[in-house]
């Protein structure tokens, strides 16, 4: 199949490269014209607009964007205007489902289909695969379908009963696919953080080795004698990934971390969040269902980011109003 591709970034542009592997036919855009003419000389077929591009697509063109989610809605407005009827445009970025329920209607009424795709291999899709989550009309997801299955983990085996056994599936209509990918990243926050608690705890099992001072202010350890452990966490982490129940493609990156930089002296430890976090925790507010990890999860992205240090005043101030408690020194 042909297939347009709007944005050549982390994912768009392997993405791409996985797609001309399986024998489709890319026409690729970006703003960046390095970008493109990197990608021309793996195959692709080179587009320096959206005029261009739309060109090259043989109608019914079908047309994924891989752009940033706040820049989706400005794609489109320059898009939109230069497709046809039954044309396909796909979302494969991490948009708010509300975001797609909006535009699949207002595209419907041109007679244009909207799939949101939500899409999780990062940087390592090339070789692995993407694991796809699909939102749309049925006609243009089965239209679609050779995309998908070479784009997903198990490209080269058929599904006996569901797609979902290679690695991607249809989740709903219009915002399930981003719906669904929102509640994976939810969780991947909480897996994430449940891992870094974890080897911090092991990291800091020798703290009985080191004198404290003791004193009003600083609770003594009771049993010293109980942590006086040198864990080489690269280790750790390595048997972890051997017949270990917690083992996962995270616990293999981690792993892979601590073995080259066993104190991650390069991170400073300020951890972003894309949005997916705070949307999974509104879905669960507005369902009533308590999501109590994902919470946590999200709230220490907040305070990697020094987004606590004036909550953590307040609680000083008030030691030393009601107590006279003076900080100590880090």
Not at 217 to 228: A, D, I, K
Request: with cysteine; net charge negative; proline share 4%.
């Amino acid at each position: 199949m042909q297939i347009g591709m709007i944005g050549l970034g982390r994912m768009g542009a392997n993405m791409s490269r996985r797609l001309m592997r399986g024998g489709h036919e890319v026409v690729a855009n970006d703003r960046s014209p390095e970008a493109v003419a990197a990608l021309a000389k793996d195959g692709a077929v080179a587009a320096s607009s959206l005029e261009e591009l739309v060109r090259h697509c043989r109608a019914p063109r079908a047309i994924c964007l891989m752009v940033p989610a706040g820049v989706v809605d400005a794609a489109l407005k320059s898009l939109v205007p230069l497709l046809s009827k039954n044309d396909i445009v796909i979302d494969g970025g991490n948009s708010h489902y509300h975001d797609d329920i909006e535009r699949a209607q207002s595209l419907s009424a041109s007679g244009i289909h909207y799939i949101d795709m939500g899409t999780s291999g990062g940087v390592w899709g090339l070789e692995r695969g993407y694991c796809l989550m699909i939102g749309g009309e049925r006609e243009p997801v089965q239209r679609l379908d050779p995309i998908f299955r070479t784009l997903a983990p198990d490209a080269g085996h058929p599904p006996a009963t569901s797609t979902a056994q290679a690695g991607y599936l249809h989740c709903g209509p219009a915002g399930a696919g981003h719906f669904v990918k929102m509640i994976h990243n939810g969780i991947e926050y909480g897996l994430m953080a449940a891992y870094a608690e974890g080897f911090n705890i092991l990291r800091h099992a020798n703290v009985g080795a080191s004198t404290a001072e003791h004193d009003a202010e600083t609770t003594p350890l009771r049993t010293p004698e109980h942590y006086q452990y040198e864990f080489k966490l690269d280790e750790i982490a390595e048997v972890w990934r051997h017949g270990s129940v917690i083992s996962s493609w995270l616990l293999d990156l981690t792993a892979s971390a601590l073995a080259v930089d066993p104190s991650l002296e390069k991170f400073g430890g300020r951890v972003s969040d894309s949005g997916e976090g705070r949307w999974s925790l509104q879905a669960a507010t507005d369902e009533g269902v308590p999501a109590h990890v994902l919470a946590a999860a999200l709230f220490e992205r907040f305070a990697s980011r020094d987004q606590d240090v004036f909550q953590n005043k307040v609680l000083s101030a008030m030691r030393f109003g009601f107590g006279g408690h003076a900080e100590q020194k880090s």
